[in-house]
RNA sequence: GCUGGCGUAGCUCAGUCCGGUAGAGCAGCUGAUUUGUAAUCAGCCGGUCGGGGGUUCGAAUCCCUCCGCCAGCUCCA
């Protein structure tokens, strides 16, 4: 019998009879490998342990340690939940079910929704299937055979689906549950040899889906779950989960006072006091940071005539996500972007190649009608503001313009202590201008990408029809990433809009434009803070950033000194009076989550001094209102993240 | 928008299956207490049971409809 040579990750060979299934290697190096395989990597390419090895390769074996482990068991772990779904529903038909990043789902047309008990018993079942530890048989059919096997069955959407994916094959790939009744999937793998490799899973959720995500389409019961390689880590998951919804910001929202939601204005959130503050620190930060990169901040109008959507495109594309407004027989909108307003603007004057990059800033409020079932807190709504600015440049200033954008985004983020990551999207399939223009562009994205020193992966593809972009990824503190920062070059624009400057040659030329956020929008970048610090906002953000706390009442007035100090200092600060025991006016405040409380009490008002309390450290001890106000106002110009102790705040600021 | 779930006091929730005129805790108000680092005690106020319509002697409860909220609506064998 022939041999092959198979070369393992540590460069040794071994010699197997030719056909032996992958498996063989694990057996020959180990028991316990062997025991430990789940899949091989063989010349790169993911496959099952039961794959013939035709010829000499390179084979690496997948364990529990390897990257592909987690991916490859969530998936049989989908299959085994259809398998038990398929025993416990009779008539039940499978769609498709992948791994996802979080888990995984299956799609099944079902009689009725599933209810919570049903997950129970399906998950009954799936440990049962799972302690019996069946093999995952794969299975190669003929064609037609797996097309008559699952029409027979009653799969009629596995029969669309061999239809489809397996085109001109004479055999196609499928994957046996032995069990009572044997569950047979179409699938191309690969699997765990076995359940009994599946070990830790949950389901968590049902809801519905449509047949290829289209409503149109047949409704099917979709069924999320989660798998891990071991309980631990699935446990570990299930905290995050529990820790994301005591972040959830609009819980966070309410309870701290931020902002509220009423039914007569869905998708508009009424910005409470505290929320203000917030929202307007945030929107002089970006001011303070613009201004000195050459923006001008305009302010352009909220409705516009049908006709100027005409001319953006905006009508023929964009008409069904627009608020319309009647007017004396004339049909206009809401804006739901500022770029149209600022082309307008930009051409409301003569511009020469001198004046150029003219960077236009706008906060002003926007509108867009999200379809209801999108809504959700403030990350997806209806009305919101953006940090939003157009660059208007000469085709040779893009590089430079991009390159400054990148550090204007590093340097935000920076301040908020958030990590990012970049994304370069490239030319679509259906794009306008010419090639030649586009592989420019692309260059010069890239070439700034590398001179600001941002790494970053390539989207193939995915850049809009108008022109490539940057894509900035932010990753909040439990591990979640959100995306906010874009930079989109555009050169369909300033074709619409006939717009134009006057070059050294002292003939008209076409500017190119950069539509840029870095926030995204303010509401959208808010819920991302509320549940980065879970509410706990550094003193720069905190829209209450003291609160003085009385012992009895006859330190009021004492208080009402110190308030006042704090506030001509800049300080936001308020005085609590009620008449209340310490203990209650620091439990509310605590849950206020205010980074100082300030106790006074006798001590305190002789000495002119005041106990200080930090949300985070507890009791710091007294200090004088003088070095208090100091230290607070240097952690506040620091944008300093967390709420260090005053004590050691002041310890930075004496040793520097 | 579509599917499912939910909607009872400012908040969190019980009561809905099986129709008989709504209840708790917190918050708020009043009073007492004058308090030293995460909840002092007592009393009181507070609800068109999301809106509208229907069935019924009688509806928070059953039916219809509208609104809102929550989750999901390809991450592609």
Redesign the pocket.
């Known amino acids: 019998m022939s041999q092959v040579t198979v070369t393992l990750p540590d460069g040794s060979s071994r010699q197997l009879a030719a056909g032996s299934p992958v498996r063989e290697v694990a057996a020959a190096i180990s028991p316990r490998l062997a025991e430990a395989a789940l899949a091989a990597v063989v010349d790169d390419r993911l496959v099952d342990l039961s794959t013939p090895l035709a010829a000499d390769a390179r084979v690496r074996l997948v364990t529990d340690k390897s990257p592909e482990a987690l991916g490859l068991t969530r998936h049989s772990t989908a299959h085994l939940m259809a398998a038990a779904v398929t025993a416990l529903f009779p008539g039940a038909q499978c769609g498709?079910?992948?791994a996802?990043?979080?888990g995984f789902f299956y799609d099944f047309v079902v009689s009725r929704?599933f209810v919570p008990e049903d997950l129970e018993a399906i998950e009954a079942k799936m440990r049962e299937l799972a302690t019996a530890d069946l093999p995952y048989q794969r299975q190669s059919w003929p064609r037609e055979e797996a097309l008559a096997y699952f029409a027979q069955r009653g799969e009629p959407l596995k029969v669309q689906?061999?239809q489809e994916?397996?085109a001109g094959q004479s055999h196609?790939?499928c994957y046996a549950i032995k069990d009572r009744d044997t569950f047979v999937?179409?699938?191309?793998g690969p699997h765990v040899p076995s359940s009994g490799k599946l070990k830790a899973f949950k389901l968590l959720?049902t809801?519905?889906?449509?047949w290829?995500?289209?409503?149109s389409s047949t409704?099917m019961q979709?069924i999320?779950g989660t798998a891990f390689l071991s309980e631990k880590d699935l446990k570990a998951h299930l905290k995050q989960v529990e820790e994301a919804k005591a972040r959830d910001h609009?819980r966070v929202g309410?309870e701290t006072g931020l902002f509220t939601?009423h039914?007569w204005a869905?998708?508009a959130a009424f910005w409470l006091g505290k929320g203000t503050t917030l929202y307007n620190t945030l929107a002089n930060y970006m001011r303070e940071v613009l201004f000195p990169a050459g923006y001008v901040e305009v302010k352009t109008p909220l409705i516009f005539n049908k006709a100027l959507w005409e001319r953006s495109g905006h009508w023929k594309h964009y008409r069904q996500n627009m608020f319309l407004v009647e007017s004396e027989g004339e049909t206009m909108s809401l804006k739901p972007m500022n770029c149209p307003g600022h082309f307008l603007t930009f051409a409301s004057e003569m511009r020469s190649y001198r004046d150029l990059p003219i960077r236009f800033h706008e906060q002003t409020p926007l509108h867009r009608n999200e379809?209801?079932?999108?809504?959700?807190?403030l990350t997806r709504v209806r009305q919101f503001s953006q940090d939003d600015a157009h660059c208007f440049v000469r085709p040779d200033q893009i590089g430079e313009e991009v390159e400054r954008l990148i550090r204007l985004v590093q340097r935000v983020y920076g301040d908020f202590g958030l990590p990012f990551s970049a994304k370069l999207s490239t030319r679509p399939d259906e794009f306008l201008g010419d090639v030649a223009t586009w592989d420019h562009a692309e260059t010069e994205l890239k070439t700034a990408l590398e001179h600001a020193g941002m790494a970053y992966t390539v989207n193939e593809k995915d850049g809009a029809f108008y022109g490539p972009k940057i894509d900035f990824d932010v990753t909040d503190a439990i591990g979640r990433k959100w995306q906010c920062a874009t930079i989109q070059l555009d050169y369909q624009q300033p074709e619409n809009f006939d717009l134009k400057y006057i070059g050294a040659d002292n003939t008209e030329h076409r500017p190119v434009v950069i539509h840029r956020a870095i926030f995204g929008s303010f509401e959208r970048f808010i819920a991302l803070l509320i549940e980065h610090y879970a509410g706990a906002f550094p003193l720069w953000l905190a829209p209450l950033q003291v609160r003085v706390l009385p012992?009895?009442?006859?330190h009021a007035g004492y208080g009402r000194t110190v308030v006042a100090r704090l506030a001509a200092a800049g300080l936001r600060a308020e005085l609590d009076e009620r008449?209340?025991?310490?203990?209650?006016k620091?439990?509310e405040a605590?849950?206020q989550k205010i980074p100082y409380?300030l106790?006074?009490?006798?001590?305190?008002a002789d000495d002119g001094t005041v106990?200080v309390?930090t949300r985070a450290g507890?009791?710091q001890g007294?200090q004088a209102v003088d070095a208090f106000v100091v230290a607070a106002l240097e952690e506040v110009q620091t944008r300093r993240a967390g709420s260090p102790t005053v004590g050691a705040t002041l310890a930075a600021a004496q040793s520097r």
């Not at 999937?185 to 191309?188: G, I, L, P, Q, Y």
């Not at 290829?212 to 409503?215: R, V």
């Not at 379809?371 to 807190?377: E, R």
């Open positions: 498709i079910g992948p996802i990043d979080e929704p689906l061999i994916k397996t196609v790939s999937d179409f699938c191309v959720s809801s519905n889906a449509y290829k995500g289209d409503a409704p979709r999320y609009r309410r939601f039914p869905p998708g379809a209801s079932g999108v809504l959700s807190g012992i009895a009442d006859r008449q209340e025991k310490i203990g209650y620091i439990r605590q849950l409380m106790v006074i009490g006798d001590r305190e106990a309390r507890g009791d007294a």
